[in-house]
């Protein structure tokens, strides 16, 4: 009898997530920008600029761990 195949979810890792909400985030603030017009372009990438950010200190923050 053959076996049977399971669905595997797939699980997002805090990378990802954290991507995602700043990919989200400046979605939203791009949209505010093209209807009213008020805010800078600084303003709309931010949230993915301090993902990033975050991100990297993160990985050097897990690189100095590993060496001590």
């Known amino acids: 009898m053959a076996k049977r195949r399971t669905k595997k979810t797939k699980q997002r890792g805090f990378k990802e997530i954290l991507i995602l909400l700043g990919m989200l985030f400046s979605g939203i603030l791009f949209i505010i920008k093209i ?34």
């Open 35 to 68: 209807i009213f017009g008020r805010i800078g372009w600084l303003e709309v990438f931010a949230p993915v600029i301090i993902v990033f950010l975050i991100l990297f200190l993160l990985s050097v923050l897990k690189t100095a761990v590993r060496k001590a």
